[in-house]
């Protein structure tokens, strides 16, 4: 009779080897999905590696092209590229959040609708706040024609203008993100409470630098938001002290501009000394979204961390697509000058320097339906997404099939990613090439059909809330800008999509050159 101490460690290594081994990639209902790597039903470190390094999109669309609609990527982790039996399941309800999204919470441990995981919270917030992000709402709001008309008129198009004149490149994308930083505060807070980055060099060149702080430590936020606290007991051990200054300095200023709006709320509004001012639109309906639905958490806390979000990916997001637009059209003069002849046939068009005062714009509808310019908008954001990465959910408790997989058990990591859907040869033929006119040639069916892999702004109840403004403010600069000038690349080096969630240019920047266009 063998020794109890033998038998024992008999037992634990045949559990630990069934556990680990037998079970994941023979008998679980993953073991029947293929791997996207050989030691992918065994440990996550593979995953975990390229998400390291910044190679995960790209890694995950390869091992679609390979294997197919499903591939495992961990022992507890799949991904899926396809719309029935998809997205469309995945992200249609009852698969809540993964954690990963916590990351996004603000002020410590304050959740925003964004990083919200229960869809009943994130649906009662949605549900008040997405008025004022309709696209009724925008094409009419008094609010957002005084935004455009002050952010194009008065900041954007007198730098370019001085620049044409002056003959000196100008560096777009930081330009970008100061313009929708700008469109996005003053209907957040208010025209007098936003920010005039476009027009201040020094102070927007100070906060995008803060901001940026935290993006090269988000996997550690992300993925293993365990070991970074055990850790940070020690020390400043994987993410230094400037990261939590940063975000700190982010999360007072939000404060500061949120206060301001309750201030602004509560008094009449007027243009004073040269100053235009606006209402705090969504400040005013999240504050509403507050009383209606309180979360356990202080009032300000509530709709600073909303509000915080709303920036945030407002002036990111626009700002990283509209540089990717200016650069495929610096890049294809004929476009340009197409666009322009479309541009013309806005009643009344958009001429700098303005005719009137305050300048008129011609309506947003009649900006939403030129077929060229939302063409060359569609597939930037089909091939450019500036957010391709994965959006991860947990598979609900009732076993569900995704891609014709067995029924998946509760628990499992599933996502899609934008990268992938975007570049499906069957429904976008030649997918990494950027071809405006397929939106414009292909016929009403194969229109819908792209429509429904089209996910640069998600889809279901979670779809981005902002989607019609970032849509109505890049329409309205690409068209004011094209309008008057063309643009040349100066420097492009280092303009290709680093491989992350978020995939801003690796270099962070383009340079252009705007020539002035003869009326």
Not at 15 to 29: N, R, T, V
Request: with cysteine.
């Amino acid at each position: 009779m063998l020794p109890i101490t033998p038998i024992a460690t008999i037992c634990i290594v045949s559990y630990l080897i069934y556990k680990y081994i037998i079970y994941p990639a023979f008998i679980s209902p993953l073991s029947k999905i293929p791997n996207a790597h050989l030691t992918s039903p065994f440990s996550p470190l593979w995953i975990l590696g390229k998400r390291f390094t910044e190679q995960e999109n790209r890694t995950i669309h390869a091992a679609h092209v390979k294997h197919g609609d499903i591939v495992r990527l961990g022992p507890n982790e799949i991904s899926v590229n396809c719309v029935d039996d998809g997205i469309r399941t995945i992200y249609s309800g009852g698969f809540e959040k993964w954690p990963w999204y916590a990351q996004f919470d603000n002020f410590g441990d304050v959740p925003c609708m964004f990083s919200t995981a229960e869809s009943k919270p994130h649906s009662h917030r949605r549900r008040v706040i997405a008025n004022v992000y309709s696209k009724t709402y925008l094409q009419s709001s008094p609010e957002m024609l005084k935004i455009s008309q002050t952010v194009v008129f008065s900041r954007i198009l007198p730098i370019l203008e001085s620049a044409a004149i002056e003959q000196k490149p100008v560096e777009v994308l930081g330009l970008n993100h100061a313009s929708t930083m700008d469109f996005i505060t003053a209907f957040m807070f208010g025209l007098q409470n936003g920010t005039n980055f476009t027009q201040d060099v020094s102070a927007r060149k100070q906060f995008l630098a803060i901001y940026e702080q935290p993006r090269p430590y988000r996997f550690w936020f992300g993925e293993l938001p365990g070991l970074k606290a055990f850790l940070n007991k020690f020390g400043h051990i994987l993410v230094p002290k400037s990261v939590q200054e940063a975000t700190n300095y982010l999360d007072n200023w939000t404060l500061s501009r949120t206060k301001a709006a309750e201030k602004s709320s509560a008094t009449k509004i007027s243009d004073e000394e040269n100053i235009p001012t606006t209402t705090p639109i969504v400040y005013n309906q999240v504050h509403q979204s507050t009383l209606k639905n309180p979360f356990p958490y202080p009032q300000d806390l509530q709709i600073a961390t909303e509000l915080k979000d709303h920036w945030a990916a407002g002036q990111e997001t626009s700002g990283i697509t509209l540089c990717y637009l200016f650069h495929e059209l610096s890049r294809h003069p004929d476009l340009q000058s197409r666009l322009r002849k479309e541009f013309l046939t806005l009643s009344p068009t958009l001429d700098y320097p303005p005719s009137a005062s305050p300048p008129e714009l011609p309506s947003p509808q009649s900006l939403d339906a030129l077929p060229l310019l939302h063409a060359c908008l569609m597939e930037t954001l089909r091939i450019h997404a500036a957010i391709p990465g994965p959006e991860p959910r947990i598979t609900p408790s009732k076993p569900t099939s995704l891609a014709g997989s067995p029924p998946l058990p509760p628990g499992v990591r599933v996502s899609s990613q934008p990268y992938t859907l975007h570049r499906r040869a069957d429904v976008f033929p030649d997918p990494e090439a950027w071809k405006p006119e397929r939106w414009l040639e292909a016929s009403e069916g194969q229109k819908a059909e792209m429509g429904r892999w089209f996910w640069a702004f998600g889809s279901g109840g979670r779809m981005c809330i902002g989607s019609n403004f970032a849509m109505q403010e890049m329409k309205l600069i690409t068209a004011a800008i094209y309008t008057n000038y063309r643009t040349h690349i100066v420097d492009d080096e280092g303009i290709e999509q680093v491989d992350a969630y978020t995939a801003h240019p690796r270099a962070n920047k383009l340079v252009l050159k705007f020539e002035r266009v003869e009326k």
